[in-house]
Every structure is written in C-alpha cells, then in structure tokens.
C-alpha cells in the first residue's frame, strides 16, 4: 500500500516561491507516477496542477504552465514542486497522488495534503 507525505506549504506574499514535497513509500518508486492536485476550497474539486509519469515525462496544468516545475528523485523516492511567481488564486490544499497507469487502483493514494496561502 503506497503512503505520501507532502511537506512545504506556507504562506507567501504575491510573486513569492514555495518548493512542496511528496515522499512516497511502500511500492518501489520507480514504478509510480506521481501527481500534484490543488483544491482551492472545500468541496471543490481538485485540480490537477501537474504530473510526473514513471516513463520521465511530466505535464503541466494550464494555471502552472511558465510558473511551476516539477522534479523527481528516484533515490529518494521524493517528487517536488518548485512553485514560482505565487498569486492569490494559487491559494488552496495541495495533494499529491500516486497511481499507475494500466493497474486499476492497485498503486493509487493520496496525502493528507498542504496549504498554500498567497497573500496580495
């Protein structure tokens, strides 16, 4: 059973950065792909926000194209978001969420999850 754990949330000024971290355990890492959802208040949906597959590619949202980077460490079974360029409208609980593409939900999970608050 996978288990994620993001830390780095915080509050920033408008045009700040916050880098958020996901470390996964309990399947090899190697295996996952690993995503950032945002949801910007409660009941919301949660926005994919961008993705970093286990083949090496990565994707982008619309709201964090230009802006956010996604990284990943094999060694530290760890993915990061460097979050740039940080607007009241990015504001909202960031959850990272683990799956494998063509294995059902056998590897899905997600964090419990980080605030970020951007003040103007």
């Known amino acids: 059973q996978v288990q994620l754990v993001e830390s780095g949330g915080g509050t920033v000024q408008y045009g700040g950065s916050l880098r958020l971290s996901c470390e996964a355990s309990?399947?090899?890492?190697?295996?996952?792909?690993i995503s950032w959802h945002r949801q910007q208040a409660p009941g919301n949906e949660r926005e994919l926000v961008a993705s970093f597959l286990n083949d090496g590619t990565s994707h982008y949202g619309d709201s964090a194209k230009g802006r956010f980077t996604i990284s990943r460490d094999n060694t530290k079974s760890t993915v990061h978001l460097q979050m740039t360029d940080l607007r009241p409208e990015d504001t909202g609980v960031y959850f990272c969420k683990s799956g494998r593409r063509g294995w059902g939900k056998m590897y899905d999970a997600w964090g419990q999850g980080t605030q970020v608050t951007v003040s103007s």
């Open positions: 309990g399947a090899s890492f190697r295996l996952l792909d």
